[in-house]
């Protein structure tokens, strides 16, 4: 029992948690930071685009201003989108190191175009410029989990998974903090609000190319067994490792034999089929829930509640400070608690803040403390968002799919999480103004449909190897695994005339 422990306490060393650190603050960062970074200072970067097309073109219509923001908003999930598309052929090219280094192009790029935009009186470039940051949250998104989930060791995978969640809820409410308006959420700071999101991609350039990429792809993709080997060392921080490559060797052999999947050949394997559909079910939960509709438009939630003008900028600060707190509990709980009951309990205070939400609006022009309970239902909500529906997909997504299986199906998982993304910046505005107060009830019955699922179909994964959590799914996927002698057989029992036998091998 005392070596377990000395094990796990053995597992987290400097250089893995600098790498996790490093990682998190110059990619995830970034996505959370442009999530928010245009919500504060939208009225004067409207005002900004009325005056350099009036300029041009003479006066402007309140629907043409209220298209180029919306466009401007759209940009940034749209790229997301495209840059999930990249995922695969990326991270299979460049590794998951180097394609994080190669994506710092996406974010430093477009952090000039922003910061000169003003100065060079086009809209033009910010629409074009979030479009490439929106491909730079699309890679990160995914190739950060990717990553992280590879170099950690099975007893702080859970952990060090949530990492990205943190860096991204910390981005966005450093963007909240940065826009208050006596700060540079004014006339004068917004173009430097928006450029500063090359900062931590030019951080991650510098000192990322000093830590290990992942060993795993090294040693099955690359066939490098010596870099591998080198790398696992730093990042465990003891010499002995030959028990850890030995499995990714293992697993080397079937991959061999498979062949590299791609997301279209993925759909055809049995054995992965229910894996495939919690993966889009829990992204399509995680953003229909309406999560993003909170933070894309958190101000003028708060206005329509009744919080004054000049307190919604605090408010909204606040809300991104508990977002940040519940993310670190998360961090040091979901090895102790485990995956699913996170997912269950977030979910399930979603469902319930939304309800709430929703009665608080219809009444709120009845009493006059109805407001208030309009601002709790909405920070109830980011907690239970916080604790489970936003950090833990990633996290079992790293932990249900093989070295092979594992590009496609982030790639998925992205593509999902983005269309929903926009979908519901596009959609909510007319949800808002069409249903009212009724809104949210949609976002509720998605909550209570997703937990349903995941209560029925995902198991828990927490402290599982890969062999572990595929077994778990085998009987739904209707296959046996029987694992001998370090070969494990795939059989098919979807009918007797047509029984297939599949040779694979996991750890």
Not at 4 to 12: N, Q
Not at 311 to 326: E, K, L, S
């Amino acid at each position: 029992m005392k070596e377990e422990m000395d094990m796990e306490v053995r597992g987290m060393t400097l250089t893995l948690a600098a790498a996790s650190l490093i990682a998190g603050f110059g990619s995830s960062f970034q996505y959370g930071y442009n999530v928010a970074v245009i919500n504060s200072p939208a009225t004067e970067m409207k005002l900004f685009y009325t005056r350099i097309y009036e300029d041009r073109y003479g006066p402007m219509s309140d629907n043409l201003l209220t298209l180029l923001w919306s466009v401007t908003v759209s940009m940034f999930p749209l790229g997301g989108f495209f840059g999930s598309l990249m995922v695969a052929p990326l991270v299979n090219k460049f590794g998951r190191k180097g394609t994080l280094l190669f994506n710092n192009i996406f974010s430093i790029v477009p952090a000039i175009m922003m910061g000169v935009s003003e100065v060079a009186g086009s809209f033009e470039i910010i629409i074009a410029a979030r479009f490439l940051v929106g491909i730079c949250a699309g890679l990160s998104s995914n190739v950060v989990s990717m990553y992280l989930g590879e170099i950690a060791p099975k007893n702080y995978r859970g952990a060090i998974g949530i990492v990205p969640q943190l860096f991204i809820t910390i981005g966005i409410v450093v963007a909240q903090v940065f826009g208050v308006r006596n700060i540079l959420g004014n006339m004068e700071g917004w173009p430097i609000m928006l450029g500063l999101t090359g900062i931590p991609a030019a951080i991650e350039l510098l000192l990322l190319p000093f830590f290990p990429e992942s060993p795993r792809y090294m040693l099955i993709q690359k066939g490098d067994e010596k870099t591998a080997r080198k790398g696992l060392q730093r990042l465990r921080g003891w010499e002995d490792v030959d028990e850890e490559l030995c499995e990714m060797r293992v697993e080397e052999q079937s991959e061999q034999a498979e062949g590299r999947l791609s997301v279209l050949n993925l759909f055809t394997f049995r054995s992965l089929r229910w894996q495939l559909l919690s993966v889009i079910f829990m992204n399509m939960g995680q953003q229909l829930s309406g999560v993003n509709a909170i933070y894309y438009y958190a101000d003028s939630i708060y206005s329509s509640a009744g919080v004054a003008d000049d307190h919604v900028q605090y408010v909204t600060v606040g809300t991104g400070a508990v977002n940040v707190f519940m993310t670190i509990a998360a961090v040091f709980i979901v090895e102790k608690s485990g995956r699913k009951l996170l997912l269950l309990i977030g979910f399930g205070v979603c469902c319930g803040a939304c309800v709430l939400l929703t009665i608080a609006l219809y009444f709120q022009t009845s009493l006059d403390w109805i407001p208030y309970v309009s601002i709790v239902c909405v920070i109830t909500y980011v907690i239970g968002h916080a604790i489970g529906p936003s950090p833990i997909p990633n996290v079992i997504t790293t932990e249900m799919f093989r070295q092979s299986s594992r590009p496609p199906a982030f790639m998925v998982a992205g593509t999902v999480h983005w269309l929903s993304n926009f979908t519901v910046g596009l959609v909510f505005p007319f949800l808002e103004r069409g249903l009212g107060a009724y809104s949210f009830i949609i976002f509720a019955c998605i909550c209570l449909a997703t937990l349903i699922y995941i209560w029925v179909v995902i198991p828990e994964t927490k402290n599982k190897t890969f062999l572990e959590t595929s077994k778990l799914f085998a009987h739904r996927n209707k296959v046996d695994i029987v694992v001998e002698a370090g070969d494990s057989e795939i059989k098919e029992t979807g009918g007797e005339s047509s029984e297939q036998e599949i040779k694979n091998t996991f750890f």
